[in-house]
């Protein structure tokens, strides 16, 4: 059973709990996004495969998930990073951000980027594709109504402008 550490507004861990009972309790949580750019400046986008259950095929960042109790923000990073993409190489800490998923429910988001050209070696239970993309390009997805999770929508809006 996988716990995640529980932490105040602050980021302070104040306690562990197993993933299932954080999000029946809606307990504050740290998610890792990791934003992958190729040479030409265009941003990595995973389209999650339907196996997923939370969002399945909408778009997201290039990597993403939960710190496990005691890992550090980087390493969780990068542990999601190969997993998803098949990929292993260093993070650079962008942003940390208080997400308001709901009235009650919050969570932190924590952001990477990281450079790559690919090819991927994607997971196919995690990932359907993982294509780059232009910022207009992904502005023009939006306005088109392509399936986007709501994180990442968040991490586009206050740091990209979109």
């Given at each position: 059973m996988e716990f995640i550490d529980v932490v105040s507004e602050t980021d302070e861990v104040i306690g562990q709990a197993p993933k299932n009972e954080i999000y029946e309790k809606r307990l504050l949580h740290r998610i890792v996004h990791i934003f992958v750019f190729n040479d030409k400046g265009e941003?990595?986008?995973?389209?999650?495969?339907?196996?997923?259950?939370?969002?399945?095929q909408h778009w997201v960042t290039s990597a993403a998930g939960h710190v496990i109790s005691g890992e550090t923000e980087e390493a969780a990073a990068i542990r999601e990073l190969e997993e998803e993409t098949g990929i292993r190489t260093q993070v650079e800490f962008l942003y940390k951000d208080l997400y308001n998923v709901?009235?009650?429910?919050?969570?932190i988001l924590i952001t990477f980027k990281?450079?790559?050209?690919?090819?991927?070696?994607?997971?196919?239970?995690?990932?359907?594709?993982?294509?780059?993309?232009?910022?207009?390009?992904?502005?023009?997805?939006?306005?088109?109504?392509?399936k986007f999770h709501p994180e990442l929508l968040f991490l586009l809006k206050k740091h990209f402008n979109i």
């Open positions: 941003m990595a986008l995973q389209l999650q495969s339907k196996y997923k259950k939370f969002c399945p709901s009235s009650n429910f919050r969570k990281s450079g790559f050209n690919g090819p991927f070696k994607i997971n196919p239970m995690e990932v359907e594709k993982i294509e780059f993309f232009t910022i207009d390009k992904i502005k023009e997805m939006i306005k088109s109504g392509e």
